[in-house]
């Protein structure tokens, strides 16, 4: 098992960087594929960003592509997430989420963490 908790969060204008960490406790940490999602007000939750278990793989949402970047470490058993030139539509709260092998679908995610929230404003 992985316990999860997302910190970093807060309010920061349009074009700004925000950079959120995720500490993973377990002994198993480094078994996960470790991700990114985010649900903003009166919309479902949705895939942004995961890393690989070795890091060596990472995948993007088309909408934070060029824009977001995620790094991991597992001998400090973190994931961050920077995200740079933040715009208004990526307010939402973000959590971090594991499983085993890489997915796009909320759904299928094992371990949550509890969430941290991003403001941009205009």
């Known amino acids: 098992q992985v316990q999860l908790a997302e910190s970093g969060g807060g309010s920061v204008q349009a074009g700004g960087p925000l950079r959120l960490s995720c500490a993973a406790s377990?002994?198993?940490?480094?078994?996960?594929?470790i991700s990114w999602l985010r649900q903003a007000p009166g919309k479902e939750r949705e895939f942004v960003a995961a890393?690989?278990?070795?890091?060596?793989?990472?995948w993007y949402a088309d909408s934070v592509k060029g824009r977001f970047t995620i790094s991991r470490d597992n001998v400090k058993k973190t994931v961050a997430l920077q995200m740079n030139s933040l715009k208004p539509e990526d307010t939402a709260v973000y959590f971090c989420?594991?499983?085993?092998?890489?997915?796009?679908?909320?759904?299928?995610?094992?371990?949550w963490g509890q969430g941290t929230q991003v403001t941009v404003s205009s």
């Open positions: 377990g002994r198993t940490f480094s078994n996960y594929v």
């Open positions: 989420a594991a499983r085993q092998t890489y997915d796009l679908d909320p759904a299928k995610y094992d371990y």
């Open positions: 890393v690989s278990w070795r890091g060596g793989s990472r």
